[in-house]
């Protein structure tokens, strides 16, 4: 406790360069903050596309990383929630439970620490990790591609030490997102017919979502046909491959609306294409038909649509890790897993050690994986 550790992370020096095993220093957790020893991570596009150089917020040398699970290791002064020893997840959107958006009950999105979060710092304006003498920059108040890691105290989740953390860092971010926006965004209700567009980690954790409310028609959409498997372990009860299903003439919105007596009562866009996510609105039901954006699209994109498609009640909402407050409702999520209402061992594709991250990388840039687990 109160020593610097020396240990090892993955860092990205610069845009578009493979990540680099270097030895880091990390600073002890100072006041309201916690040291966690990181066990396994996720990787995810996120991670990849601050890599990629297209992030306008991406901050370079940095420590990437959001998907972990680890064992506190320190804690600083005045920190009363977590213990040295306690499992946890890192939260890249806190909770602190004082701020307007976290009283507000309408949103998950506290907004505590965004600013200095987003510079790539901890929330005083300083940063804790350093290698050969240079600042590291935190990525996402999480930077999980790191053995040691610094958080602030709302930004760690505990969770039930029965639960394996090998698993459950996925729920972290991907799988999350995508079972809390069917669940708690979109609310998708009983017996209602719903198309998921993109059946990566996000999507077909959807389909567990629109599943777990009680969906009738689960139609699973994507252009990478071997995601359709994985598609109906998670619940689709259908298909459409939109370069090869859709009749000729029409298009992939057109054809929804045909094959559902007037479009489905839920979408979900889960790729982040404007383009997908316009068709996503559009095969939904008039009159009530809810379309919600989970994809993230690049930097400077935009959405359009005609008025009229809400005029005539098609409603349009978008989910940030699936509408879950994190410190109070994931620690439910990970109850599900373990209650087996909820899949995640069906994610894991690959495992790498730290050494070969970067193949993470590569196999999901390859549309190999669903998801794969780095450990230390
Ligand atoms: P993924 O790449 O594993 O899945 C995307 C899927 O979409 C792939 O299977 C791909 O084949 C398919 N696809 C691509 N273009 C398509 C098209 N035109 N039509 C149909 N299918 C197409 O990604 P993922 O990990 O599941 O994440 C999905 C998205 O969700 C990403 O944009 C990610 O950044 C975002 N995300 C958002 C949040 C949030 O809180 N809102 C959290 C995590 C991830
Ligand atoms: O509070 O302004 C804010 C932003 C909160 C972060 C939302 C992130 C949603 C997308 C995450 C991408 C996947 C890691
Ligand atoms: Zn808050």
């Known amino acids: 406790e109160g020593k610097v550790i020396t240990c090892k992370a993955a860092v990205a020096w610069e845009a578009n360069k493979p990540l680099s095993i270097e030895e880091i220093e990390v600073e002890p957790p100072k006041k309201g903050e916690v040291r966690v020893k990181i066990l396994y991570t996720g990787v995810c596009h996120t991670d990849s596309y601050t890599l990629s150089g297209q992030d306008p917020e991406g901050i370079f040398p940095c420590i990437l990383g959001h998907e972990g699970g680890g064992v506190v290791e320190s804690i600083g002064e005045g920190v009363e929630t977590v213990k040295v020893g306690d499992h946890v997840i890192p939260l890249y959107i806190p909770e602190c439970k004082e701020c307007k958006f976290c009283k507000s009950n309408k949103t998950n999105l506290c907004s505590l620490i965004r600013i200095t979060q987003g510079r790539g710092q901890m929330p005083d304006g300083t940063t804790r990790f350093k290698c050969k003498g240079k600042e590291i920059f935190h990525f996402m108040g999480t930077s999980t591609f790191s053995e040691y890691t610094v958080l602030p105290e709302i930004s760690v989740c505990v969770v039930r030490k029965d639960a394996p953390l090998d698993k459950v860092c996925l729920l972290g971010c991907g799988i999350t997102t995508g079972f809390g926006a069917a669940k708690f965004t ?130 349009w909402k978008g989910s940030a890790f699936g509408g879950v407050k994190s410190r109070s409702q994931l620690p439910l999520i990970v109850d599900k897993y373990m209650d087996k209402k909820l899949k995640v061992d069906e994610y894991v594709t690959f495992t790498y050690p730290l050494s070969e991250i970067n193949e993470a990388f590569h196999v999901m840039h390859e549309g190999k994986s669903l998801r794969s687990v780095v450990h230390f």
């Open 186 to 315: 979109a609310k998708v209700d009983e017996g209602s017919t719903v198309a998921i567009f993109g059946l990566g980690a996000v999507g077909l954790s959807v389909a567990q979502g629109a599943v777990d409310c009680g969906a009738k028609r689960i139609i699973g959409i994507d252009t990478n046909e071997s995601k359709f498997e994985s598609g109906k372990l998670f619940g689709c009860t259908e298909f459409i491959n939109p370069l090869k299903d859709v009749p000729a003439g029409k298009n992939i919105q057109q054809h929804i609306v045909d094959i559902t007596d007037g479009g489905v009562d839920y979408s979900f866009e889960c790729i982040g294409n404007v383009n997908v996510m316009r068709s996503a609105l559009e095969c939904c039901h008039k009159g009530w038909g809810v379309s919600t954006i989970v994809g993230v699209a690049p930097a400077g994109t935009e959405i359009s649509t005609r008025p009229f498609q809400l005029v005539t009640g098609r409603v």
